[in-house]
């Protein structure tokens, strides 16, 4: 059925006392984003009415850590169980529609699962997710009517008879709730149970009391309902993740090398004939266009590469544009703010940051290019270095095409190298030079005939 209004709650209190950590449990990073991120970006998509997060446990940190507007916040001191969790969320949440009850330490639900459960739910209908599992020691289960089949009730382990601890079916935890019967019942809860908590779960019997029909729903993964209490089922969780993302790749026709050792953390999208080595690392926005390779152990941050351009191992690149048919690295550091056009060569032990170079230009050894502007066809001698800042300001060099600069230079910017100049190695360039002749600065060399080397002193014998 469909809802007019969808509310959607969010439990962020608890403490996470199993982390040993000082972080709130839900700002913990799965595929370098919180915990509670990954429950917020999913929630959006659903396009609810209002979102309300229910933290407690870690004080402001996690309201201003996530920073985001759109968002209702409701503290919950003392924390005394979901029921009373979700009664904190009670002000913000309309008479009539849905709720839709989620978890800031269960990050992997997938929207299609969550679509589901809510299309299940109605103004007269409760929508549970429950999951069969083979071990489901902890979890509340899902007691049914003998004859019917139907749901009467969700009973907690604690609270549990031992017949009742052998249903295989367990509460994820997620329900969407209707709202007028949501009202309604969270003030009816008591805590008179083995925890002493108000218990949510509490209000599937009332349901079945009030003759609201309890319908259940299943993910298409058991992971898509796991929560995160410790960093092994954090670790545990963020390889599910990245397994999935890895087959997601290889389905596209990405060539992995092990989809067992690729991280992505952010959005990878691929074109045809991408080749991906091990343990390579994608942050925020990357895109690889047909036919890139990415070496071994090479991390790209916002980073675009143009066709057919290859990334030798063990590079770092961050917010950077790279045209096609380029070679970078191996070893090379491309910091922000760089855009290098096609056929560039950044070789081993290049740092190249907040520059641009035009097609064809290389520099291929142990350089320095910051600040810089490089036109086309340039060649950069092995050791240069842009020397951009005088230890308060920074300044631009700018090497026009067809430059030549000899190995180990020190542009001493602000400087501009003219069109076809050569710049004799080991020059230290402090003017601007004339178009198309060599400049250099060194002292002339000298042989001195006759010079001997220096010879050890004897120390004296006593
Ligand atoms: C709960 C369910 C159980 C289900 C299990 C799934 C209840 C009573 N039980 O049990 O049926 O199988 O989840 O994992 O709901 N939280 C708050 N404030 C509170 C209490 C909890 O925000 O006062 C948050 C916690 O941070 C946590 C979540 O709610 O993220 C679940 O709480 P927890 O105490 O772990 O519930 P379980 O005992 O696991
Ligand atoms: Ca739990």
């Not at 402001?60 to 003392?78: F, G, K, M, N």
């Not at 904190?88 to 269960?106: F, M």
């Not at 898509?224 to 209490?229: A, D, R, S, Y």
């Not at 991408?274 to 926005?285: H, K, T």
Request: aromatic share 4%.
């Amino acid at each position: 059925m469909n809802v007019s209004k969808l509310n959607i709650v969010v439990l962020a209190a608890g403490l996470g006392k199993r982390m040993y950590s000082a972080l709130p449990k839900v700002l913990h990073p799965l595929a370098g984003k919180p915990l509670l991120m990954h429950v917020l970006d999913t929630a959006r998509t659903l396009l609810p009415h209002t979102t309300c997060v229910i933290y407690g446990h870690g004080g402001e940190t996690v309201p201003q850590t996530i920073a985001d507007e759109s968002l209702v916040w409701a503290q919950q001191i003392p924390q005394l169980g979901t029921g009373h969790a979700v009664m904190q969320a009670l002000p913000h949440i309309e008479k009539e529609g849905v709720t839709l009850i989620l978890y800031g330490d269960v990050p992997l639900t997938s929207v299609e699962t969550l679509k589901k459960l809510i299309a299940t739910a109605g103004e007269h209908t409760l929508g549970l997710l429950t999951v069969e599992l083979p071990d489901p020691a902890g979890y509340g289960r899902i007691v049914r009517h003998s004859e019917t089949g139907e749901v009467a009730a969700i009973v907690e382990e604690k609270d549990a008879s031992e017949s009742q601890r052998k249903i295989g079916e367990i509460n994820t935890g997620i329900m969407a709730v209707p709202n007028r019967y949501l009202h309604r019942w969270l003030y009816k809860l008591e805590n008179s149970n083995a925890q002493g908590e108000y218990y949510l779960t509490d209000i599937v019997a009332m349901a079945v009391k009030d003759g609201v029909k309890v319908e259940t729903v299943s993910p298409a993964y058991v992971w898509e309902t796991t929560g995160v209490n410790s960093k092994v089922q954090l670790a545990a969780l963020e390889r599910i993740y990245q397994t999935a993302q890895a087959n997601k790749l290889l389905e596209q026709g990405v060539a992995l090398a092990d989809p067992s050792r690729i991280d992505i953390r952010g959005k990878l999208s691929c074109g045809r004939d991408v080749m991906i080595d091990i343990n390579c690392i994608f942050e925020g926005d990357v895109q690889l266009d047909d036919g890139v390779r990415v070496g071994a152990h090479t991390i790209l941050k916002d980073v675009r590469v143009a066709a057919n351009s290859i990334i030798a191992p063990f590079s770092l690149i961050e917010a950077t544009e790279i045209g096609r048919n380029c070679r970078i690295g191996p070893y090379a550091r491309i910091r922000p703010g760089t855009r290098l056009e096609d056929e560039v060569h950044i070789g081993n032990f290049v740092e190249v940051k907040n520059s641009a170079l035009a097609a064809g230009s290389k520099a291929n050894h142990l350089s320095y290019i910051g600040d810089a502007v490089v036109g086309r066809s340039v060649n950069i001698g092995a050791g240069t270095i842009t020397c951009n800042y005088d230890g308060a300001n920074k300044y631009q060099t700018i090497i026009e095409d067809d430059v030549f600069v000899g190995s180990d230079t020190q542009l001493i910017a602000p400087v501009r190298v003219a069109r076809g100049s050569t710049i004799g190695a080991g020059s230290t360039i402090t003017k601007d030079t004339p178009p198309d002749m060599l400049t250099l600065s060194r002292a002339k060399q000298l042989s001195i005939d006759g010079w001997k080397r220096p010879v050890k002193k004897l120390k004296p014998k006593n």
